[in-house]
T-cell receptor, first 110, second 114 residues
Framework: KNEVEQSPQNLTAQEGEFITINCSYSVGISALHWLQQHPGGGIVSLFMLSSGKKKHGRLIATINIQEKHSSLHITASHPRDSAVYICAVDRGSTLGRLYFGRGTQLTVWP | NAGVMQNPRHLVRRRGQEARLRCSPMKGHSHVYWYRQLPEEGLKFMVYLQKENIIDESGMPKERFSAEFPKEGPSILRIQQVVRGDSAAYFC????????????FGPGTRLLVL
């Protein structure tokens, strides 16, 4: 069983919809990362968080340490948000090694 | 400030040849991570290096794979005697300090073994 599970695996939305992607993990962590992988393959770090909530533009990431769960929200989704969103955890004891979820493929239609 | 650079972006090798993948971290970053993404699979950690030191290589296959990050120059991931199963995207990431830190990813090298 993977240490990091994401849902849904695939997500299709209409432009303007509110999007939620979920990430659950089964190990102790020092931080959780949300990454975006573009259709061309490049990877961008969106958030790193260890508690609470962070916001950047239309993106919001939350984490509940007690429940070992994080969510990534996209408000007013746009076709350019279409990408794979990846959750990854840093277990702290493993010196920065990240454990990745399988990713959520998001497609936003105009 | 240039981002993380990787070259080549695409590399084609025949079985049995060597592949050398290079990664130049962001300016001021002394921590480098290599990850592999096999076709239709998620990213997997391979190795974590600081200048002149391998900190964690627990994700590296035991044979044919090696990595270095010399005092001067880029980090190198070397794959000897490549096999078809080595075909994948190899990503390098860098961070400025001790984890947990945001990791900045390079564009990746797509290796195809014929």
């Amino acid at each position: 069983k993977n240490e990091v599970e994401q849902s849904p695996q695939n997500l299709t939305a209409q432009e303007g919809e509110f999007i939620t992607i979920n990430c659950s993990y089964s190990v102790g962590i020092s931080a959780l990362h949300w990454l975006q992988q573009h259709p061309g393959g490049g990877i961008v770090s969106l958030f790193m968080l260890s508690s609470g909530k962070k916001k950047h533009g239309r993106l919001i990431a939350t984490i509940n340490i007690q429940e070992k769960h994080s969510s990534l929200h996209i408000t007013a989704s746009h076709p350019r948000d279409s990408a794979v969103y990846i959750c990854a955890v840093d277990r702290g004891s493993t010196l920065g090694r990240l454990y990745f979820g399988r990713g959520t493929q998001l497609t936003v239609w105009p | 400030n240039a981002g993380v650079m990787q070259n080549p972006r695409h590399l084609v090798r025949r079985r049995g040849q060597e592949a050398r993948l290079r990664c130049s971290p962001m300016k001021g970053h002394s921590h480098v991570y290599w990850y592999r993404q096999l076709p239709e699979e998620g990213l997997k950690f391979m190795v974590y290096l600081q200048k002149e030191n391998i900190i964690d290589e627990s994700g590296m296959p035991k044979e044919r794979f090696s990595a270095e990050f010399p005092k001067e120059g880029p980090s190198i991931l070397r794959i000897q005697q490549v096999v078809r199963g080595d075909s994948a995207a190899y990503f390098c990431a860098s961070s400025p300090g001790t984890p947990p830190e945001t990791q900045y990813f390079g564009p990746g090298t797509r290796l195809l073994v014929l």
